[in-house]
């Protein structure tokens, strides 16, 4: 019999500590998980149930259930033609906005991965830097661009400016995701007779799948949720977005206060619920991305 050398001394109670110390640290890890959920979710949640309920009993007890359970808030502005419009108008531009950003975001981080060539760490942190700069420090020089190109109460006025700083955050996640590839398969191509191009188009597109999605979703989460570019550039009211419309409701209405919480639950639940369907694969790219 093969004799099985036994751990060193000091190895048992240390490996003890480690496992009491995540047995201690585990319940806390989840009672933070549910303060965070609780205090991100409860906003939206008293919104939605508000919005079932009538001025009078928000003026009564602001905390309160509906009793009885009013529906024709929602109704109200389901059966009016603004919320469609604006439901359209911000489906249009996420949709342009998360396109661009895919496909820009993924040829951008490809040659960042996958080729060797002089100021390639350098031109990574151009687009790392730009994760500093967000869209409003740029907002008034953009604005005079975007006039100057003929593009305003255009979709496109809108979606290339957000395409342009969602694409640091996108190369940041796909650059690792594609670096993370077998270079046997660059190189099985080869042998095959596909070029850089085809391997890019017929190989490495499909694989990095899950890091495309990512970025897709937080792109279209981010365009769905715009305020102040979409404020800038849409001055025709059939262009306005969700976000202005609530804006604009909340103006025009602002004594109907449970109005007002349900025409915004409507804006925010499509996202919301496109958001928690895709959390899986959202998660999924990421850790691809950690690993590379």
Not at 3 to 26: E, F, K, L, M, Y
Not at 55 to 84: D, K
């Amino acid at each position: 019999m093969t004799a099985v050398a036994a751990p060193p001394r000091g190895s048992r109670p240390r490996v003890a500590r480690v496992r009491a110390d995540r047995r201690r640290v585990g319940p806390l890890v989840y009672v933070a998980a549910v303060v965070v959920a609780v205090a991100v979710l409860a906003p939206v949640v008293y919104a939605v149930i508000s919005g079932f309920r009538s001025n009078g009993q928000l003026a009564e007890n602001p905390v309160g259930l509906p009793s009885p359970w009013v529906w024709q808030n929602y109704v109200t502005v389901l059966t009016g033609s603004n919320f469609w419009r604006y439901a359209l108008n911000s489906t249009i531009i996420a949709l342009i906005t998360t396109a661009v950003v895919v496909v820009l975001g993924v040829m951008a981080a490809y040659p960042l991965a996958r080729y060797r060539f002089k100021g390639r760490d350098g031109l990574y942190m151009v687009f790392v830097l730009g994760l500093l700069f967000p869209a409003t420090v740029a907002i008034i020089p953009l604005f005079l661009q975007i006039r100057d190109l003929g593009l305003v109460n255009t979709f496109w006025g809108v979606a290339l400016p957000q395409a342009a700083f969602a694409l640091p955050v996108t190369v940041v996640i796909l650059r690792p995701f594609l670096q993370a590839l077998p270079k046997e398969l660059e190189e099985a191509a080869s042998i095959d007779g596909a070029s850089r191009i085809g391997f890019f188009w017929r190989i490495l597109v499909p694989l990095s799948g899950p890091g495309m999605v990512t970025v897709g979703v937080l792109a279209f989460v981010g365009s769905w949720n715009a305020y102040l570019l979409p404020l800038l550039i849409l001055n025709d009211s059939a262009m306005k977005t969700l976000p202005l419309g609530v804006a604009d409701f909340s103006t025009q209405y602002a004594s109907d206060t449970a109005g007002v919480l349900a025409f915004t639950s409507l804006a925010v639940i499509p996202a919301l619920v496109f958001f928690l369907t895709m959390q899986k694969r959202i998660v999924s790219g990421l850790q691809g991305a950690v690993k590379g």
